[in-house]
């Protein structure tokens, strides 16, 4: 799934590839994509991150089920 196509909908579960060439997984709620970059909240940290759309190597929405 294209990560613009998550911008303020969703959450979504990533796999991403750090500039140091290791493989991290998150879940992060997408608020802008430019010029290459995607600004996140990254539930895992608790904090807006910056991530580069090249390393995104996964993106798949987490859509809470109904109870």
Same mark, same amino acid.
């Given at each position: 799934?294209?990560?613009?196509?998550?911008?303020?909908?969703?959450?979504? &579960?990533i796999v991403?590839?750090?500039?140091? @060439?290791?493989? %991290?997984? #998150?879940?992060?709620?997408v608020?802008?994509?430019r010029k290459?970059?995607? &600004?996140?909240?990254?539930?895992n940290k608790r @904090?807006l991150? %910056?991530? #580069?759309?090249g390393?995104?190597?996964?993106?798949?929405?987490?859509i809470?089920r109904?109870s």
């Open positions: 799934m294209p990560i613009e196509k998550a911008i303020g909908r969703w959450p979504v &579960r991403y590839r750090d500039s140091k @060439g290791r493989i %991290t997984r #998150s879940v992060v709620t608020y802008s994509v290459g970059k995607a &600004r996140v909240l990254d539930w @904090g991150r %910056t991530l #580069s759309t390393r995104i190597l996964e993106a798949i929405p987490v809470p109904a």
